[in-house]
């Protein structure tokens, strides 16, 4: 199982691979953090917490890039899919801030027409 490839040089590559029970291990950290990665888009779905949202992906991708043993592949997938919820989190805070906007023009507005 690869679990590291890296740029030597112009046109070299370095592959680091494990075997047996070390490529074992890798694939169960690689099971664990793809689960919790999995929970956590289930819940980015139906929530509107954006500090969690963004406080999880945080923790995820820094579990993610300090783990040495897991597939390479699986590091590159799961990093696309914790680019995707942060992206969420940024959209949904942009939403909130638009609502916040929209309650002081509303607010400003009825002031204004009341003639205060």
Known sequence: MIVEESAVAKGVRRITAVTRNVAREARENGRGLTNLVTEIENHAESSTDVILL???????????????????STKTELRGRIEKLQKRANELRKANAGQVMNDCLKLLTSKLEAGT
């Open 54 to 72: 963004e406080a999880s992906s945080n923790k995820l991708r820094k579990d993610i890039d300090s783990t040495s043993l897991m597939s390479y």
